[in-house]
């Protein structure tokens, strides 16, 4: 049985469920193998309990948003 894990910040539900849905579809069509077989896990972890270039990813999401709001 394929399994795949995302380890990612905080999603809704709604991002949860099609997170785990286009997986899903994705991973059977190129593996070949029928989405029942399929094991979807999401991890989610606090923005501040990891970071990119020395700046944790609540910080990096901050300058963000900064940059590109309209």
Do not use: W
Not at 46 to 54: K, M, R, S, T
């Amino acid at each position: 049985m394929p399994y795949v894990t995302v380890e990612c910040g905080a999603l809704s539900a709604a991002q949860k469920e099609a997170l785990i849905r286009r997986l899903t579809e994705t991973a059977a069509e190129i593996m070949q193998v029928p989405r029942e077989f399929f094991a979807v896990t999401i991890k989610e972890l606090p923005d501040q309990n990891f970071g990119i270039g020395g700046r944790s990813i609540d910080q990096v999401k901050a300058d963000y948003r900064k940059e590109h709001t309209l």
